[in-house]
């Protein structure tokens, strides 16, 4: 069953604007992963935040963490053309055999105008 | 150089055939899977294999068979092609598993297969 969600389904913002995409889930995690995929290519892992953690950054990137309400926010500032891609979050959930897997949600995309 | 590699890239064949993709990764990860991403984006686990042991299976038709003859390789086997196979299949591979363990995925650049 799909865990992440993530809006708006796409944004547009011209570059050097601010661009913030978030993701709602349904069950407790220990973690929460966003990942970007450009066009025709695979996924790129971007940043994990952990449960206990509230903010991350690195780089341009800052996510966010509340457990309380379920949902993780990315924040991608001074975007540029290259950040057009779609942007994907990934929760941890355990499968009925006793593993765990990642599942993601259907993901953002994010054009960035020059 | 590049760290996971899967081929074909892409894969055109009619309905009824068998066809399969191979992915080999380079990173010296011990657990490597299947997604599958449909046309709406929406990307989907398939298998997963833990040091050659099959440790996840989702509900995927039988005529789907994953074979890992090393830790370094998975391959994927289709038989009976169907049109609702047609999609883009991903390989990806991490060091534990990826979930709980906060292990992260690394995806390579997919095999997008169309059935006619």
């Known amino acids: 069953s799909q865990q992440g969600e993530e809006d708006p389904q796409a944004l547009s913002i011209q570059e050097g604007e601010n661009a913030t995409m978030n993701c709602s889930y349904k069950?407790?995690?220990?973690?929460l992963q966003w990942y970007r995929q450009n066009s025709g290519r695979g996924l790129v892992h971007l940043i994990l935040?952990?449960?206990?953690?509230r903010e991350k950054h690195s780089g341009r990137l800052r996510v966010t963490l509340d457990t309380s309400k379920k949902s993780s926010s990315l924040l991608i500032t001074a975007s540029r053309a290259a950040d057009t891609a779609s942007y994907f979050c990934?929760?941890?959930?355990?499968?009925?055999?006793?593993?765990?897997?990642?599942?993601f949600g259907k993901g953002t995309k994010l054009t960035v105008n020059p | 150089d590049t760290a996971v590699s899967q081929t074909p890239k892409y894969l055109v064949t009619q309905m009824g055939n068998d066809k399969s993709i191979k992915c080999e990764q380079n990173?010296?990860?011990?657990?490597m899977y299947w997604y599958k991403q449909d046309s709406k984006k929406f990307l989907k686990i398939m298998f997963s294999?833990?040091?050659?042991?099959?440790?996840i299976n989702e509900t995927v038709p039988n005529r789907f068979s994953p074979k890992s003859p090393d830790k370094a390789h998975l391959n994927l086997h289709i038989n009976s092609l169907e049109l609702g196979d047609s999609a883009v299949y991903f390989c990806?591979?991490?060091?534990?598993?990826?979930?709980?363990?906060?292990?992260?995925?690394?995806f390579g650049n997919g095999t997008r297969l169309t059935v006619t």
């Open positions: 990806a591979s991490s060091q534990g598993l990826a979930g709980v363990r906060r292990s992260s995925l690394h």
């Open positions: 069950t407790s995690i220990n973690n």
């Open positions: 935040i952990r449960s206990n953690e």
């Open positions: 990934a929760t941890p959930q355990l499968t009925q055999g006793g593993s765990e897997k990642l599942v």
């Open positions: 990173l010296g990860h011990d657990t």
């Open positions: 294999y833990n040091n050659k042991e099959l440790i």
